[in-house]
């Protein structure tokens, strides 16, 4: 079966950083996707990832080890408003996403 | 201005009604979807049409059905609703079905569905 991992919450500190990882069993890979969701709102779109490597956008950058099945999302300087669960979804060969539950971040002060 | 706008946003209503929901796109992409996250916030693909003709569709009861009347529109019926069907209704578009970037899908503010 198709399946991906993702830790259900973590906790990190304003202005720390924080590594969100992903694993992914899937029939075969066309892109990871990563989303952010905000308590009571949308979906939305962070980061793509194809290639194996790293991504970098601004305070957030993504990573994906093709080969490991691994993805990790990296958020640097964390701010409160970062506080939001984040969706890891892998596109299959039949160009589906497949969804993990999603990591809900909290941001202490 | 709004991209994906889904309408409406809070739904409460009886077991045994019928019910939809609508949703508009105004971004000109050819691919609409619809996803139910449950309580447990666990997206679910329910259906997807691509200039208005079904791609996708995933085993959900047939209370359920779709309508595209035209490829920025996308509604959903829902028959005689059941209490678990409560759960958050996602609209969402993308520019195409395949290919990274034109797959990224934007989604609608959501409509929470709440049947007693």
């Known amino acids: 079966g198709q399946n991906i991992d993702q830790p259900t919450e973590m906790t990190a500190t304003e202005g720390a950083i924080v590594q969100i990882n992903c694993t992914y069993q899937t029939s075969g890979f066309n892109g990871l996707f990563w989303y952010q969701q905000h308590a009571g709102e949308a979906p939305t779109f962070l980061s793509y990832?194809?290639l194996d490597g790293l991504e970098e956008k601004g305070r957030f950058s993504s990573f994906l080890s093709r080969s490991k099945g691994y993805s990790y999302l990296l958020l640097k300087e964390l701010q409160m408003k970062d506080s939001a669960s984040y969706l890891c979804?892998?596109?299959?060969?039949?160009?589906?996403?497949?969804w993990g539950a999603g990591t809900k971040l909290i941001i202490k002060p | 201005d709004t991209a994906v706008s889904q309408t409406p946003k809070y739904l409460v209503t009886q077991m045994g009604n019928d019910k939809s929901i609508k949703c508009e796109q105004n971004l000109g992409h050819d691919t609409m979807y619809w996803y139910k996250q449950d309580s447990k916030k666990f997206l679910k693909i329910m259906f997807s049409y691509n200039n208005k003709e079904l791609i996708i569709n995933e085993t959900v009861p047939n209370r359920f059905s779709p309508k595209s009347p035209d490829k920025a529109h996308l509604n959903l019926h829902i028959n005689s609703l059941e209490l678990g069907d409560s759960a958050v209704y996602f609209c969402?578009?993308?520019?195409?079905?395949?290919?990274?970037?034109?797959?990224?899908?934007?989604f609608g503010a959501g409509s929470r569905l709440t049947v007693l």
């Open positions: 979804a892998v596109m299959d060969s039949n160009y589906q996403l497949i």
């Open positions: 969402a578009s993308s520019q195409d079905t395949r290919g990274g970037g034109a797959n990224v899908l934007t």
């Open positions: 990832n194809v």
